[in-house]
C-alpha cells in the first residue's frame, strides 16, 4: 500500500499544467564516441556549435552533465510515430556533424571501457554544485537514459498513476537494459546503470504517495533541509513533470535503435493511458508494496528480460517474458486508440531478437572480448536505422 504521510497544508504549492490529451514528449541521451579508438570525447560544444546553426529548432538539442554527451528531445508529440519522426528529423542533422568531426552516436547505458577520471563536466553552477556533493558516486555517472512523458488530464489522479505504474518498472527496464560491462567488466547486471543511478541523493524509486498534498509536503521538506534547491533534482525513476503537465518515465536505459525506443514509448504510453483511464471509471489500481517493487528493479537490472517478477501484493510470480506477452495483448485496445498497435506489438520482438545487453555480451563473445567492436556494434545500429 502506499507510504503514509503526514501533509502539512499551506507551505509549498506545486501547479500541474494539465494535458487534456495523452501528448508524448521523448528525451533521448547520446554518448560521444571517437570513431577510430571508440573511447568518449569530451565535444558536445563543438558539436553543438555546428548542428543548432542546421537545425530548424535548435532547442531539439540539449546539453547535459558530461561534455561527452547530447540529448536530442522532441516538441509536444501526438503519439508515437510523430515523436519517431521528430527524432529522426534532428539526427539526420546531428549524425552529419558527427562525421565533420570524427565523432559517432552511442545509444547504451553504459560505455563499455571508458574511464570516469577523463570526463569533463558542462559549465554551470547546477552541475557543479551536483558534482561538489555527491564526490565520488557523483563522478561515476558515466550512465545515459531516455526519459518519456505521457500528458495526463488530471492532477489528482498523477500519483496513484504513478504508483500503479510502478507494477511495471521492471518491464520498462529489462526491455530497456543495456550497461551490462562497466569500466571493462562484465558486471553480471543487464543494467548496471539502474543501480548506479539510484546512488545520487533522490534518484531511484519513488515514494508512493495517496494524494498530491503529501507529494507538496515531501518537496517542502526537501527544500526546507537543503536536499534539493528546486524541482527538477527530484530525480526519481518515475516522476510528475507538473509544469508540462506530464508523468515521466525515467526508467530505461539508453537506447541504440528506433525500433527498440519505439516499443518502449508505446509502451509507456499506453501503460500511462489505461492506467488513467480505469482511474477515472473509478476502478482501484493494484499497487504493489514498497518491498516488492524494491526487489523487482534488482531483479530485472540482474537478469534483464530472463528475470522472475513479483506480480501483485500476495506475491504471486511470472517470467518476465510471459507476463510482457498477458500486458501487450490487454493494451491492444488502448493501443489501437492511440494509434500504436504496431509499435506496442513490436515489444515482444526486443525478447526475441534480443535486448540491447543480450547482443552486447553477444559481440564481446564471439570477439574474444573486445570492447571496441561492443561500441562498434552500438553504434552501428543507429547508423544503420538512419541509413
Known amino acids: 500500500m502506499p ?14 499544467q494539465p494535458s487534456p490529451e495523452p501528448t508524448l514528449g521523448v528525451e533521448w541521451e547520446l554518448a560521444l564516441v571517437d570513431r577510430r579508438t571508440r573511447d568518449l570525447r569530451n565535444e558536445a560544444a563543438h558539436l553543438f556549435a555546428r548542428a543548432k546553426a542546421r537545425l530548424p529548432d535548435p532547442g531539439r538539442l540539449h546539453k547535459e552533465l558530461l561534455k561527452n554527451t547530447v540529448e536530442i528531445v522532441t516538441g509536444v508529440c501526438t503519439g ?16 552529419p556533424v558527427g562525421d565533420e568531426l570524427g565523432l559517432d552516436l552511442f545509444g547504451a547505458g553504459t560505455h563499455p571501457f571508458a574511464s570516469w577520471t577523463g570526463q569533463q563536466l558542462t559549465e554551470g553552477h547546477r552541475y557543479e554544485e551536483l558534482i561538489n556533493r555527491t564526490q565520488w ?37 529489462a526491455l530497456s537494459a543495456s550497461s551490462p560491462i562497466w569500466a ?4 553480471g547486471y543487464a543494467s548496471n546503470r539502474a543501480l548506479m543511478f539510484q546512488q545520487l ?41 507538473p509544469h508540462l503537465g506530464t508523468l515521466e518515465n525515467r526508467v530505461c536505459d539508453g537506447v541504440s535503435t528506433f525500433a527498440d525506443l519505439s516499443a518502449l514509448v508505446a509502451l509507456t504510453q499506453c501503460l500511462v493511458v489505461d492506467l488513467d483511464s480505469r482511474l477515472a471509471d473509478g ?60 509499435e506496442l506489438g513490436s515489444v515482444l520482438d526486443i525478447p526475441t531478437r534480443g535486448a540491447s545487453y543480450q547482443r552486447q555480451r553477444a559481440v564481446a563473445a564471439e570477439t574474444g572480448g573486445d570492447l571496441v567492436a561492443v561500441v562498434d556494434s552500438v553504434v552501428g545500429e543507429l547508423r544503420a536505422e538512419l541509413g
Open 3 to 16: 507510504v503514509p504521510f503526514l501533509c502539512n497544508r499551506g507551505r509549498v504549492r506545486i501547479d500541474f
Open 80 to 95: 508515437v510515430g510523430d515523436a519517431m519522426a521528430d527524432l529522426r528529423r534532428t539526427l539526420e542533422v546531428v549524425v
Open 137 to 173: 558516486w557523483g563522478r561515476q555517472m558515466l550512465i545515459w537514459g531516455v526519459h518519456v512523458h505521457v500528458g495526463l488530464p488530471v492532477r489528482d489522479r498523477v500519483l496513484p498513476v504513478l504508483s500503479a505504474l510502478l507494477n511495471y518498472h521492471p518491464h520498462l527496464q
Open 184 to 187: 571493462g567488466v562484465d558486471t
Open 201 to 241: 541523493p533522490t534518484a531511484g524509486l519513488p515514494f508512493q504517495f495517496s494524494t498530491w498534498e503529501e507529494f507538496e509536503s515531501f518537496v517542502d521538506d526537501q527544500l526546507t533541509t537543503g536536499v534539493i534547491d528546486g524541482l527538477s533534482e527530484v530525480r526519481w525513476d518515475i516522476r510528475p513533470a
Open 283 to 342: 476502478e482501484p489500481l493494484p499497487v504493489l508494496p514498497p518491498w516488492h517493487v524494491q526487489e523487482n528493479k534488482w531483479r530485472a537490472a540482474r537478469y534483464g528480460v530472463e528475470a522472475i517478477i513479483i506480480l501483485n501484493a500476495r506475491s504471486d510470480e511470472a517470467l518476465m517474458t510471459d507476463d510482457l506477452a498477458a500486458l501487450v495483448t490487454r493494451l491492444e485496445p488502448v493501443a489501437a486508440r492511440l494509434g500504436c498497435s504496431d
